[in-house]
């Protein structure tokens, strides 16, 4: 069975570019998580998607972040326009259950924006 | 305001002996608690949890002790291994809520 994939793994743009970072979450998984690990902090919650409906975006950090999950399949997290702070790694999971022990991580996007 | 407290950012411990990595909580409100292990360039992968309703949970070498009053948490690992060296997160969930991550602390086995 295919874990979570991220696209793509690494994406250095300048401040002010866009940038759009993909999910594919394990096939029939419901629930996927977006988080965002800044230099060597904590991993942060960003929003949770069940199916195509955001359940709680409350970690967004403003609106220059969108997420997407059209059909309940995979998901998209654009940042538009990026600024330096928005650098980082950002990780997808997902799972079944609305558990923490079943949320399976994929291995990250590493942002770099100068 | 961090709610998940990981203050040893690293620790180096020799094979074979007992690795102890500490946890601390400010949220009353955590019913559930996770560490995850993180290898460079991999995702966070899940090790081992623990409910508030208990103060002990044991998976091979790996051990999770909760003291609620406290609000501490610890994973041992042991005997240490080579591969354990890693980045270990812990983790903490109210009710269904999302998880909230510590800064993590960096395990290096030394052979």
């Known amino acids: 069975e295919a874990g979570v994939t991220q696209f793509p793994s690494h994406s250095v743009i300048e401040k002010g570019q866009t940038v759009t970072l993909r999910c594919d979450p394990i096939?029939?998984?419901?629930?996927l998580y977006w988080y965002r690990r800044v230099m060597g902090k904590e991993i942060k919650f960003l929003l949770h998607?069940?199916?195509?409906?955001?359940?709680?975006e409350s970690g967004m950090p403003n609106n220059r972040f969108l997420a997407e999950r059209t059909g309940g399949t995979y998901s998209t997290l654009k940042v538009q326009p990026a600024e330096l702070e928005d650098s980082g790694v950002y990780f997808c999971?997902?799972?079944?259950?609305?558990?923490?022990?079943?949320?399976?991580f994929g291995p990250g996007t590493r942002l770099l924006v100068l | 305001d961090q709610q998940v407290k990981q203050n040893s950012p690293s620790l180096s411990v020799q094979e074979g002996r007992i690795s102890i990595l500490n946890c601390d909580y400010t949220?009353?409100?955590?019913?559930?608690f996770l560490w995850y292990k993180k290898y460079p360039a991999e995702g966070p992968t899940f090790l081992i949890s623990?409910?508030?309703?208990?103060d002990k949970n044991e998976d091979g070498r790996f051990t999770v002790f909760l003291n609620k009053s406290a609000k501490h948490l610890s994973l041992h690992i042991v005997p240490s291994q080579p591969g354990d060296s890693a980045v270990y997160f812990c983790?903490?969930?109210?009710?269904?809520?999302?998880?909230?991550f510590g800064t993590g602390t960096r395990l290096t086995i030394i052979p």
């Open positions: 999971a997902s799972s079944q259950a609305w558990r923490g022990e079943t949320q399976y």
């Open positions: 096939s029939g998984h419901d629930n």
């Open positions: 998607f069940v199916k195509e409906s955001k359940q709680d």
């Open positions: 949220n009353s409100m955590f019913d559930y």
């Open positions: 623990i409910s508030s309703i208990k």
């Open positions: 983790a903490a969930v109210f009710g269904n809520e999302k998880l909230t």
